[in-house]
């Protein structure tokens, strides 16, 4: 298993995260939408082929797992769950995604409609990278009036979405035949989007009580989460 590195400091602040919302009951939990970016590619190199074979044998044809360099291209997305709803996937094209970017192409087109269509009360959770820091983020949150929850640094494990993605990663690397283009990469991402069982998605967010006690049991340090 691959994770990151939790300094002092991550491990301090994933303890009073945890030890704040371990309580949590559904109908808190119902009130956050959490949401995420991540990136897909044509030819992903997920690492999940494992075979016994005779020793000497690695470079039998059979035996040879061929990819791409570079992984052929890919995209990066954004989308959001809820108890008994998500949001579009939105496909982020054309560079790099920035502050205006994810005020103007996210936040307010998607993220807004989203929360006025299905509570007043609802709670954003996103991640700690720089564009959903800076300041003019703040400030249209602030004059939307929509409340920020802050998922400690470092912690994917504390974001029920992520199992979405590798859901979808799963999904999109299963289609048949297998997708040579970004066209098609793009097509495949938002058809499998649509496709995860929404009572999955329910039973992720269900289980943050469980990610949060399961966290202070081994310590603040790398759940199986």
């Known amino acids: 298993m691959v994770c990151v590195r939790l300094t002092p400091r991550h491990l301090r602040d994933r303890r ?3 030890t704040e919302h371990v309580n949590w009951r559904r109908n808190e939990c119902s ?17 999940r082929i494992f075979i016994w074979r005779d020793r000497g044998s690695r470079s039998n044809p059979a035996f040879v ?3 791409v360099r570079f992984g052929g291209g890919g995209v990066l997305v954004y989308g959001g769950i809820s108890i008994d709803g998500c949001t579009d996937l939105y496909i982020i094209r054309d560079g790099p995604l920035t502050a205006h970017r994810h005020r103007d192409e996210i ?15 609802f709670i954003l959770m996103d991640d700690n990278c720089r564009p959903h820091r800076a300041n003019l983020v ?16 470092c912690s994917p494990d504390m974001n029920p979405i992520e199992p ?12 048949q035949p297998p997708l040579q283009t970004l066209q098609e990469l793009e097509r495949a ?3 499998e989007w649509e496709r995860i069982p929404q009572l999955v998605i329910n039973s992720l967010i ?17 759940s199986p989460y």
């Not at 979405?164 to 289609?175: I, K, N, S, T």
């Not at 399961?214 to 310590?219: D, G, H, K, N, P």
């Open 206 to 222: 269900e289980s943050m009580p469980h990610r949060c006690s399961t966290l202070l049991a081994v310590r603040r340090n790398h």
């Open 16 to 18: 009073e995260w945890t």
């Open 31 to 47: 009130n956050v939408l959490f949401s995420d970016e991540s990136r897909f590619s044509v030819h992903p190199d997920n690492r």
């Open 138 to 153: 703040e400030d249209f949150l602030f004059e939307e009036g929509i409340e920020r929850m802050e998922l400690p640094a």
């Open 107 to 121: 936040l307010r087109p998607i993220v807004v409609p989203y929360l006025a269509a299905i509570r007043d009360d």
């Open 65 to 67: 797992h061929v990819s």
């Open 164 to 175: 979405v993605w590798d859901a979808l990663g799963r999904r999109v690397a299963g289609r």
């Open 189 to 191: 991402v938002l058809e």
